[in-house]
């Protein structure tokens, strides 16, 4: 089974134990406020780390090419309040446009 | 309708991106059936394809899944659906689902389950529609990097997190976490500085 086999079906596995344990465990073992405050803050921490890693790698090397331009025109989109089409649009076609061009 | 336009795009954003990283049409289907969540879905496909195994895939994408379960133990009491249809039920609890159901809440526990159902089958059904013709537009392509795919995948995540930095506090996080990832990425195996800003958030989220 190729890596892309296993992590298919292990991440669908496991997305789907936790979506129905929390429509069956007691409500108190989840509702602690610690817990709220975790699950807030690890989106955060994982989106963050996904953007910097996507734009800014290559397997383990870190490397510096049309994907900042990409990632600078959707951080102006979305400072704009540009809604998330626009967003992913602006990236894709300047970032093309860098890798095309110059 | 709004939404629905919104989970269209991010759908064809991930059928693309997944293919772009290596996944098969079939594969990237089956994310979106399977697992069903987008943050989770682009995670898995984004440390694959940065290299990393597939054990911290799946532990990226699932520490972004826990959510899930805290929306289901939220939506539980308010459904109160037993067997299959609390499997259905838990397959669509997502944030779009929780969110309409609970900006209901005011109007009654029925108009509550209706925005709950509506929503998760509604995003369901556009989320794989769309999925599937992003993963084959993608296929077509060839040199993805010609047409921006490879910085469509971090406008992605970054379309996702952008809406939670509600605070300096939240934003200093997101640097923060960002900075840390790179700086280990020269010296970590792939997957790995990832998954670390989740223990970063933990630790943060029990000093609070």
């Known amino acids: ?102 | 309708m709004s939404v629905s336009i919104t989970v269209g795009a991010y759908g064809v954003a991930f059928g693309a991106a997944a293919v772009a990283n290596g996944f098969s049409v079939i594969q990237a289907c089956l994310l979106s059936l399977l697992t069903f969540s987008g943050a989770s879905q682009f995670a898995v496909i984004g440390v694959v394809g940065a290299g990393g195994s597939a054990i911290s895939a799946i532990a990226t994408a699932s520490l972004l899944g826990v959510r899930n379960a805290l929306y289901g133990v939220i939506m539980a009491p308010r459904l109160q659906v037993k067997g299959l249809k609390r499997v259905v039920a838990a397959q669509v609890t997502i944030d779009e689902s929780t969110g309409v159901a609970l900006g209901q809440e005011p109007r009654g526990i029925d108009a509550m389950r209706k925005g709950f159902w509506y929503t998760g089958i509604g995003v369901f059904v556009f989320w794989n529609l769309f999925t599937v013709a992003g993963a084959l537009g993608a296929q077509a392509m060839g040199d993805v990097r010609a047409f921006g795919l490879d910085s469509a995948v971090p406008a992605a995540f970054l379309g996702l997190v952008w809406p939670r930095l509600t605070g300096n506090f939240e934003r200093a996080l997101a640097v923060g976490c960002a900075i840390f990832a790179i700086a280990m990425t020269p010296i970590l195996p792939a997957g790995l500085p990832i998954i670390a800003t989740a223990f970063i958030a933990i630790a943060l989220g029990l000093k609070r």
């Open chain 1, 1 to 102: 089974m190729t890596i892309f086999w296993i992590a298919t079906i292990g991440t669908s596995v496991i997305a789907f134990l936790l979506k129905y344990s929390g429509h069956s465990v007691p409500e108190r073992w989840l509702s602690h406020p610690k817990i709220q405050n975790i699950n807030a803050l690890i989106p955060i921490a994982l989106l963050s780390a996904l953007v910097a890693v996507q734009s800014f790698s290559e397997k383990s090397q870190l490397m510096f090419d049309q994907r900042l331009v990409g990632l600078l025109a959707a951080i102006i989109a979305l400072i704009f309040k540009a809604p998330f089409p626009i967003v992913v649009l602006s990236a894709a076609v300047s970032s093309a446009a860098v890798y095309n061009w110059l």
